[in-house]
Each structure stands twice: as structure tokens, then as C-alpha cells.
């Protein structure tokens, strides 16, 4: 253990008291340095001998046991962190020395992550972001209960605001919910001044996933699993009825086929080990999530620094009675990026409740959402058809090739083709029509897209930074514009599309939220 005093102490006034990372972090940091000179080893080793064997033999041993003992002891070495009364300041580096302040009224986000040997040895790895790209402070790896003091006196003065009750009604103290509190837009002027104190946890979570529906979410929705199972199924029949084939198969023909097949289901259940163990609490200034099978990861988003709260859908996952439901913020968290999900896999229609948690009380349902234009249908199709020319192409290339009866069989397949590819066309153009949509309520803006890939996004208002409308050629024909809505998310996570509203629609609904977001303060967007 660390000999410095117990970080919940704090140092002396006006002294800075550095301290170290565990002693445990020597041996992650030896595993790493390890793990990092795997490869150059085994290719050294592979190579011939002669005049290479006693380096080999005699000094490529050395080496491997003394570059890794002396990295970790280094990097454990040159790395310190220390908490004053302004800020957090971390020293690390061995031949390139990094110098890290982060003032404490700056700090946005704190969030924790542990891989295996981390847990085994009670270590975990904190972040201390801002809203900053690059400004984060990686404490790499402390003990749970360092980082968990630190990360108390942290809270205490990171511009966190706790909302008072409202006129919700009173606040259950062992479960409270954003809903008991005042709903957001002009909410924000009725919240408290910033505490002194580190807010309230609540101790038991509002929702844990079930590992099953995740599994059955990612099946149906990935489109991995389901490729492999035609790919699988087509490969069986053309083994049973074409002899030529299962002659002539052998290992490395079957791998070429299964690699790719194995590759696809990997992709689509790593999300399974990320999210799996998901726990959502809901405390009364912030959401806290706590996420992770193998590697864990826990972080903290609160509730002014949400941007958006965005539902995904799939046509197949709605057969089975699932979505997923997931937030943006203002902040960039490069190793937690990828935590953003309130319900990975829950039941749909459920939305609204964990909405409410983040957002405050919805306004909009999707029993207000009004259409966009029908002549999106049209536009849908001229899509479709342009998207079908050079399949089209090939086609007629193929009948002009073929002979006698074969040329039949290609035209009958031709025919066949076209005609699925029209009634997938009119089945697009009917379903996109039908399920674009948007409202505009008094502090938010709900609207919905997708065809397969559904999704249904609820924006504050108060939270749009970037509007824009534009046309491209086939929409100025039609009348039609494009609705483009930025916040402060990272990338495109932080940005929705609306299209195909009819021109004076949408500049009527540029105008609205353009004179909703010029009339809040630049703070209140973040």
C-alpha cells in the first residue's frame, strides 16, 4: 500500500501531497510489457541459428526478462497524481514527461474501468474527464477504496446541481427519479446553486439487463448471426445436390467459407462481454452505470450534460419485443465512449421511463407525431430505381451471353429478381413514409426515421447548437428539405437527420427551434 496519508484526509493547506499509483499497477504493467514483446520474441526465435544461436540462447532471455521488470518499474516510477484546492495534477512519462492539470471546476465526467487482473487485485483505472477532447487524466490503477474517495471529493466541487422538488411531488429518498423533479428546458432556471457537499447515492439500481434479451437483441439485429445462418444453409444445400463439390472440398476451402462466417459472429457478440452485468442507477443529480463481463467499466452521466436520449429499433427486434435505449452528452470520454446506453436490450414501448429518468418528464409521445410530406414515397422510389440500374445492367448482359436453354433459366431468374426487387421498393417506400414523423412540444423535440434500423430521438431543446436545411436535386423538384439538428455530442453521435418535410415545414420548424436555441445561454447547451 501507498505510504502517503489516506487521500480522504487531503494534504496540508497550500501543500501538495503526491501520490503513486498501487503497487499492484508493477505487476499489470509488467503483464503489458510481456505481452508487448510476444511477438518480436517468437519472430527472433524463428529465425535460423548458427552464427544467431547464442544470442538466442544467452541473450535473448536476458532481455526478455529485464526490459519488461525495468519498464513497469519506471512507468510505476515517473507516474504520480496529487488533488489540491484547484486542481488535479498528474506526472507520468518515462523518456517523453507529461504534465497533466485539470482545474476541479472543469471537471465534467468521472468514470472507473477494471480488466481481469485489475478485479483480481482489487485495482481499478479512473478517469477524470472535461469537456475537452485530450484533456482527460487516466489514474492507472489505484485501489477501490483511493478511488472511490478521490472520486468523493471530486464530486463535491465539480459544478454538479442537484434539482429540489417540484411541483412532482415529494421525493422518494430511496428511490428518487428525474420525474420528482422539475421537467428540463426552463427547468434549469429552478435548479439549485451548485452543493458543497458530494450529492446522494442511491444504493439499489432501476434497472439491470437481462443477459438473454441481449443475446436475442444482438442476434436479430447485427445481421452477423443471421448471414452466417443463410451462408450455413446455402453451403449444406449446394453439398447435397451438386456431387462435384463435396469431391473436390477440402480443409482449407472450408476455412475460407468459416473464417469469415466466425468473424461476423464475433463482432456481433462482443457487444454481449461490454454490456453484459449492466446496472443502472439513478441518483438525484446524475445516471450511473456499471457495465462488463470481463473488462468493468463505471461512469457516471449527469443529468444537465445530456443532450438527447435516442431508441433503437429493429423490424426484427420489434417481432420479439425489444429495443434498446441510449443518451448522448457533452462529453468525450475516449475509453467509455462506447458506454452509452440507459437499456441495451429491453421491452419495447418502455422508452418513455428511462426518458424521464435522464430527461425529465416527456412531453411527446409518438401518438403526436405528425408526417412528413407523401411525396417522400416518390422520392423513395426514384432511389430504389437508380440503385437498380446496374444490377439491371448485369442482368441484361447475362441473357445476352447465355445460350439455349440456359438463356431461359437466366431470364426466369432475371424476372424473379425484378420482381422482388419492385416489391421491396414499394414495401421501403410505404414504411418510410409511414414512420417519418416529428413534434415540437414546449422544452423538447421528438422525431422518428428508419426503415429497418428504426430510431426514435428525443432532443432538448435548449441543448441545439448547429440547424440547417438543405435540398438536393430531387428535392427542390418536390418541394422537399432535409432537417439537420447539431448538439454538443461527440461527432455524429450528437446529430439527427429529419427528412423530407415539405419546404415551408421545415423552414417554419428552423425558425421555431433556431429562436428556442438563440434565446439559451451558450452554458446551457453544453
Known sequence: MSDAVPISEGPPTGAIEWRRPHPYTLLIELVSSVRDLIFPIAFILLQGSGDSETFVTEILPLIAIVLPIGTAIARYFTTRYALTDEALLHNYGIIKRNKQVLPRRNIQNLSTSAGLIARATGLQELTISDASQGGDINLRLLSVEDAESLMSLLRQESGATVAQPGEHGTVDPLNPTLADYPEPGSSLDRLAAPTSGAAAFVDDPIHELVLSDLVKFRTVTSGGPLMGIAVVIGLLIAYLTIPELSENLSWSGALFVVGPIGAGLVAAFAPVFSLGGFRLWSDPDRLRIKTGLLTEV?????????????????????????????????????????????????????????????????????????????????????????????????????????????????????????????????????????????????????????????????????????????????????????????????????????????????????????????????????
Open 298 to 526: 463505471q461512469l457516471n452521466a449527469r443529468r444537465e450534460r445530456l443532450q438527447l436520449i435516442r431508441v433503437d429499433r429493429h423490424v426484427l427486434a420489434q417481432k420479439i419485443g425489444l429495443e434498446a435505449v441510449q443518451f448522448e452528452t457533452a462529453d468525450v470520454e475516449g475509453n467509455t465512449a462506447h458506454v452509452n446506453f440507459l437499456a441495451p436490450a429491453v421491452s419495447s414501448e418502455s422508452w418513455q421511463r428511462f426518458a424521464s429518468d435522464a430527461l425529465g418528464e416527456v412531453e411527446l409521445s409518438e401518438a403526436d407525431l405528425r408526417k412528413v410530406s407523401p411525396l417522400t414515397k416518390r422520392r423513395s422510389l426514384v432511389r430504389f430505381a437508380m440503385g437498380g440500374i446496374t444490377p439491371l445492367l448485369a442482368l441484361g448482359a447475362a441473357i445476352a451471353f447465355a445460350e439455349g436453354t440456359s438463356r431461359m433459366l437466366v431470364i426466369a431468374i432475371a424476372v424473379a429478381l425484378i420482381a422482388g426487387y419492385l416489391a421491396l421498393a414499394v414495401w421501403y417506400a410505404n414504411r418510410r413514409a409511414e414512420r417519418l414523423g416529428w413534434a415540437v412540444g414546449e422544452d423538447q423535440f421528438l422525431f422518428r426515421s428508419g426503415v429497418v434500423g428504426e430510431q426514435l430521438v428525443l432532443v432538448r431543446k435548449e441543448k441545439l447548437q448547429v440547424l440547417r436545411a438543405h435540398q438536393t436535386y430531387f428535392q427542390r423538384r418536390l418541394g422537399l428539405a432535409t432537417l439537420q439538428l447539431g448538439t454538443a455530442g461527440v461527432g455524429l453521435l450528437g446529430n439527427v437527420t429529419l427528412p423530407d418535410l415539405e419546404l415551408s415545414v421545415a423552414n417554419g420548424v428552423l425558425d421555431h427551434l433556431a429562436e428556442a436555441s438563440a434565446s439559451t445561454q451558450l452554458s446551457r447547451t453544453l
